[in-house]
T-cell receptor
């Protein structure tokens, strides 16, 4: 158990819908990262937050957004869902950032029908 | 061409064998990660290294910055080592989150 929690574990929805994925980092960790893992693209970095502020942005679509709240939990919002958004979404956390090991959550499996 | 290449893509070994997984990258990096993804999907960070060698139990990771190459070795392999092993690099000057991932090596260790 990494100490990072993600909810829900599974999510099935339809095209055009909007969903919110939630991540709670390890106690004391200030950085949260979101990753997408699809069968054809592999793991891809989406976005990083540090202590409530956006720190780095990767291959995140405009239909996706994220935020980190004062209690340091983070949410990833996916809207206007398409079939291709079906993937595993991982959250990870680290103490600060650049020099730290990342601890991964169990992931949320999103299926868009 | 992918910035991070792993070989082999798939690897089958007998229990007890010594295993090597390779990772080559084409960008300047400040750190390299080895991750393990279990069949159920969970990801565990095994090593983060920027030079030399690290050892944890039966796992050893090495990196050669000049040659832009890293290896992950597993000694006395066991069926519980069966997983996908993923190499990821942190682009030099990039934020920690902006990792570039390899496609992974799927390891199956037979009893």
């Amino acid at each position: 158990d990494s100490g990072v929690t993600q909810t829900p574990k599974h999510l099935i929805t339809a095209t055009g819908q909007r969903v919110t994925l939630r991540c709670s980092p390890r106690s004391g960790d200030l950085s949260v990262y979101w990753y997408q893992q699809s069968l054809d693209q592999g793991l891809q970095f989406l976005i990083q937050y540090y202590n409530g502020e956006e720190r780095a942005k990767g291959n995140i679509l405009e239909r996706f957004s994220a935020q980190q709240f004062p209690d340091l939990h983070s949410e990833l919002n996916l809207s206007s869902l398409e079939l291709g958004d079906s993937a595993l979404y991982f959250c990870a956390s680290s103490v600060v950032g650049d020099a730290d090991t990342q601890y991964f959550g169990p992931g949320t499996r999103l299926t868009v029908l | 061409k992918n910035e991070v290449e792993q070989s082999p893509q798939n690897l089958t070994a007998q229990e007890g064998e010594f295993i090597t997984i390779n990772c080559s990258y084409s960008v300047g990096i400040s750190a390299l990660h080895w991750l393990q993804q279990h069949p159920g999907g969970g990801i565990v960070s095994l090593f983060m290294l920027s030079s030399g060698k690290k050892k944890h139990g039966r796992l050893i990771a090495t990196i050669n910055i000049q040659e832009k190459h890293s290896s992950l070795h597993i000694t006395a392999s066991h069926p519980r080592d069966s997983a996908v092993y993923i190499c990821a690099v942190l682009n030099y000057g990039g934020s920690q989150g902006n990792l570039i991932f390899g496609k992974g090596t799927k390891l199956s260790v037979k009893p």
